[in-house]
């Protein structure tokens, strides 16, 4: 088989013939949806090809992460993390790392680094941790001679990684990430098609998928439960049926089509930005063989459901997920999938009431106590364009984390980056000034802050995000 990035195919190569020289390999990755997919995959692989594995799921890599590793030696596989602590993992001699990541890599060289940046290729667009974790996969699978049951099969796990890292570009998944989608269609595992870009098309009863709704406002359906009842109905589409409320997956794909363009006139008479309505419409990927109305039929509430596991501390939750376990785990990943919703929407509620505060080049706000650490990046991304927070510039949140200092997210959306902004090196330098550290992507980043440096924090960071948009 052809492999699908030819770019890193010598990288993979390289460090696939070095874990299989290995009895036992520990994987440490990222908690979050891309880091729990690139896990699974790398561990299905990995046993596939006879060998021990171990997993370990972190929220980052930092010093006590890397003497914890060092104390237990031997071969470590990094996913989804890694790239960016590479000067610390360049200096340890106690054990073998092999890094397949795409943040934004550190100074510093391994052997084995495996990241679409070191090959020009955009780590935020255009291949996610998984979809690296899936290139050293099948490598590894070709060369242990593995190829039942189909080592591209992987691809839909590959999918749900980098639609969970938000990488499709408007509205559909491309470069890298595209061939590994067409990979998977290919097995059979993946089918994709312009559909409404809406969250919740599986499983949310259709009036309130509509109302809901918070990508795109259209006023008189979202956020008005009566609208949208009363647009689906004036479509003559079959609310009360037997099983209760459709879901959007169960209307027939003639109604989805005219509903969907219903929807876009309707969004034009509402004077809706041309932007806003294109962002309406994407491209979705549907797992073929998940139960259809299931959180893991679609590849964002797939990503949505590991997310609120990795984000309380049940990684092994969303692991056991993508492993197969449909059981047990599955119950408990939607427990928390509720809850995680309930949190989410508060959230964006919290942050719109409280306002951010402008900047030359960035805006920010403070929440406190008032949103878990772990999701505040989250709700920030969805916050923007909420109340008056604007759109269109940066939104930079901060979050208390009760004894590790100060939880730091930053947004931006698309177009910032083609004027050069890179959130990712901004928070890590800005951060650094301060004795912090940070990192990430162009447009989705983080840190973590000692406590009472927010300010000259939020200056740094103005003054660097400003050099970079000019
Ligand atoms: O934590 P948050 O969701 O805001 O992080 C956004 C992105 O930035 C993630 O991909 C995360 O891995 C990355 N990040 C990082 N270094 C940090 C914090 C976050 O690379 N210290
Ligand atoms: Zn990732």
Not at 175 to 200: H, K, M, R
Request: aromatic letters at 2%.
């Amino acid at each position: 088989m052809d492999p699908p990035v030819p770019a890193l195919h010598d990288r993979a190569v390289a460090a696939a013939d070095r874990l299989l020289a290995a009895e036992s390999v520990r994987v440490v990755s990222h908690d979050d949806a891309d880091g729990l997919t690139s896990a699974a995959i790398a561990v299905t692989a990995l046993e596939r090809a006879g060998l021990a594995v171990e997993v370990d799921i972190k929220h980052g890599l930092d010093e006590a992460a890397i003497d914890d590793l060092a104390a237990t030696g031997g071969t470590v596989l990094f996913t989804d993390l890694g790239s960016g602590g590479l000067d610390r993992l360049a200096d340890t001699g106690s054990f073998t790392p092999i890094v397949a990541d795409h943040h934004e890599p550190a100074d510093g060289s391994i052997e084995h680094h495996l990241n679409p940046h070191c090959v020009g290729l955009d780590g935020g667009r255009e291949l996610a941790g998984a979809g690296t974790a899936y290139l050293l996969a099948r490598t590894v699978l070709d060369r242990a001679g593995v190829d039942e049951p189909d080592p591209r099969e992987l691809a839909a796990l590959a999918v749900v990684g980098a639609v969970g890292d938000r990488q499709t570009v408007d509205g559909e998944l491309v470069g890298a990430n595209a061939a590994i989608a067409a990979e998977g269609e290919a097995a059979g595992v993946i089918e994709s098609g312009t559909d409404l870009a809406i969250y919740g098309t599986q499983t949310r009863p259709l009036p309130k998928l509509l109302e809901y709704t918070t990508d795109v406002r259209i006023p008189g359906i979202t956020g008005n439960r009566r609208g949208a009842i009363g647009f689906l109905e004036d479509l003559d589409v079959e609310l009360r049926t037997e099983a209760g409320w459709p879901t959007w997956a169960d209307l027939g794909a003639e109604k989805r089509t005219q509903v969907a363009s219903a929807l876009l006139t309707r969004a034009v008479e509402r004077g809706v930005p041309p932007e806003r309505i294109d962002a309406l419409v994407g491209t979705s990927y549907i797992l073929s063989r998940e139960e259809p109305g299931t959180q893991l039929r679609d590849a964002s509430e797939f990503a949505t459901l590991l997310n609120a596991t990795a984000r309380y501390e049940e990684s092994e939750v969303g692991l056991a997920v993508c492993r197969g376990d449909r059981d047990g785990a599955l119950d408990r990943a939607e427990t928390l999938l509720r809850n995680h919703r309930r949190n989410i929407s508060a959230g964006i509620e919290s942050l719109a009431e409280t306002g951010t505060t402008e900047t030359d080049h960035l805006q920010w706000v403070h929440a406190g106590e008032q949103i878990r650490a772990t999701i505040v990046g989250i709700v920030a991304g969805m916050a923007l364009g909420e109340g008056d927070i604007d759109r269109h510039t940066p939104i930079v949140a901060f979050a208390n984390k009760p004894d590790e200092g100060i939880k730091v997210s930053a947004r931006a959306n698309g177009r910032l980056g083609d004027r050069g902004l890179n959130l990712g090196t901004a928070l890590r330098e800005a951060a650094a000034t301060v004795g912090g550290e940070g990192g990430g992507h162009a447009m989705a980043a983080g840190a973590t802050i000692p406590e009472g440096t927010e300010e000259p924090f939020v200056s740094a960071l103005d003054e660097r995000i400003g050099a970079q948009l000019n």
